[in-house]
């Protein structure tokens, strides 16, 4: 089974930067793509950033496409998202999760969750 632990939230008033970072364990070699995620209250979660594993492939959401960057660790086992530029509309608990297969299958293993706050 794989593990995922998140940190890096907070609260930041609005224009700055916040970096996430996901703790990877477990049978990470099964694992073909990485994402973060958030999710708003009374609204849906939504992917945010996903990577995939072996080739660096990246996707991003449209809303957050220039201020927000994946990044993988290999030798850390980690991965981090750097967030720049941040508005109101980015709060939300902001979630690592992992997948065997394709980006676009969906993913097996997910965090608890780190809360970010952004205030105007």
């Known amino acids: 089974r794989v593990q995922l632990v998140e940190s890096g939230g907070g609260s930041v008033q609005a224009g700055g930067s916040l970096r996430l970072s996901c703790a990877v364990s477990?049978?990470?070699?099964?694992?073909?793509?990485l994402g973060w995620f958030r999710q708003a209250p009374g609204e849906e979660r939504e992917g945010v950033a996903l990577?995939?594993?072996?080739?660096?492939?990246?996707y991003y959401v449209d809303s957050v496409k220039g201020r927000f960057t994946i990044f993988q660790d290999n030798a850390k086992n980690t991965v981090d998202l750097q967030m720049n530029s941040l508005k109101p509309a980015d709060s939300g608990m902001y979630y690592c999760?992992?997948?065997?297969?394709?980006?676009?299958?969906?993913?097996?293993?997910w965090g608890k969750g780190t809360l970010v706050t952004i205030s105007s």
């Open positions: 990577i995939y594993t072996g080739g660096g492939s990246k």
């Open positions: 477990g049978y990470a070699y099964n694992v073909n793509c």
């Open positions: 999760a992992a997948g065997g297969g394709s980006c676009s299958a969906g993913m097996d293993y």
